[in-house]
C-alpha cells in the first residue's frame, strides 16, 4: 500500500531535477553590473536631495484671515509693541491681497499684500500704490540669490535691492531658530538697509532697520531714526492652528 509520500512522489514525477545553473561570465558580470548601477543612482539622488540647497519657501509666510504678529520694540526706543494683523482680503487691480493692519500706538497703516508663486509681493500701502507691484520676498531663492525692484510709490520714483544672505541663527522674545535674512537696500536710506528674518511656519520674526521706513510714524524726539522689531506673540485663527 502506498503511502501518501509515495503518492504524491508518483504524482509530482520521481524524476530528479537538477539545480538551476548560476549565471556565469558575461551575463553574471552584466547582471551584477546592473545592480550596482542602480545602487549608486540611489545613493546619489537620495545625496542630491539631502545637499539641496536650502531655499526660502511659501512655508516662511504663512498668512491668513485672523493671523496676528506682536512685536517688541528692542532698540531702546520708547515705541509702543507694534502689531501687524491680517484683517480681511480685497482686490488691488486684479490681484487678490489680504489687508494687513500695522498699528504703532495711535498710528495705523494698511498693507495689501499678495501671495504669489514667486514670491510676496506689496501692491499698496495706504494710499500709495507700487507700479508695479514690489517683491520683497522671493520665494525659493537661495542663499546669495538677489532680485530688483524699480517703480513708482505713490507716483515717487524708488528702487529696492534684496538679497538672501541665507540661514543664521537667531534669539527673538518668542524663541530661538534658524531663520532665513533677507537684506532690503533702497536708493534713499542713506543710513542703512534693512533685515528681515523669517521662520518657517511663523513668518517675519524680526525686522531691523536703521532708518525709518516712509510708511512709519515720524521719531519722537530725542530718539534714534532707527527701529528694531522682535516677535514676542504670534497666533492664529483657531480653525487654521497646528
Request: aromatic share 14%; hydrophobic share 35%; glycine share 8%.
Amino acid at each position: 500500500m502506498r503511502t501518501v509520500a509515495s503518492l504524491w512522489s508518483h504524482r509530482r514525477g520521481s524524476k530528479h531535477r537538477a539545480p538551476a545553473k548560476r549565471a556565469s561570465g558575461p551575463r553574471r558580470w552584466l547582471r551584477l553590473s546592473l545592480r550596482g548601477l542602480l545602487l549608486l543612482v540611489s545613493v546619489c539622488a537620495f545625496l542630491s536631495w539631502y545637499l539641496r540647497p536650502q531655499t526660502l519657501d511659501p512655508s516662511y509666510f504663512p498668512i491668513g484671515v485672523g493671523y496676528r504678529w506682536v512685536y517688541q520694540e528692542t532698540a531702546g526706543s520708547s515705541l509702543d509693541d507694534v502689531v501687524f494683523e491680517v484683517i480681511g482680503t480685497e482686490k488691488v487691480g486684479q490681484a487678490e491681497c489680504f489687508v494687513v493692519r500695522r498699528t504703532i500706538g495711535d498710528h495705523q497703516v494698511k498693507f495689501y499684500v499678495e501671495v504669489a508663486d514667486s514670491g510676496v509681493l506689496i501692491h499698496r500701502v495706504g494710499d500709495e500704490f507700487y507700479r508695479p507691484a514690489y517683491r520683497q520676498f522671493a520665494f525659493y531663492s537661495k542663499l546669495d540669490d538677489e532680485w530688483n525692484w524699480s517703480g513708482t510709490i505713490g507716483g515717487h520714483p524708488e528702487r529696492y535691492w534684496c538679497r538672501n544672505n541665507g540661514k543664521q541663527p537667531i534669539s527673538v522674545p518668542m524663541g530661538q531658530w534658524d531663520a532665513f535674512w533677507v537684506n532690503q537696500e533702497s536708493q534713499t536710506s542713506d543710513l542703512g538697509d534693512t533685515d528681515f528674518c523669517l521662520v518657517k511656519k511663523v513668518g517675519v520674526v524680526r525686522i531691523k532697520a536703521k532708518y525709518p521706513d516712509r510708511h512709519d510714524p515720524p521719531p519722537r524726539p530725542n530718539e534714534k531714526p532707527h527701529f528694531d522689531w522682535q516677535l514676542k506673540e504670534f497666533s492664529r485663527t483657531p480653525a487654521e492652528s497646528d
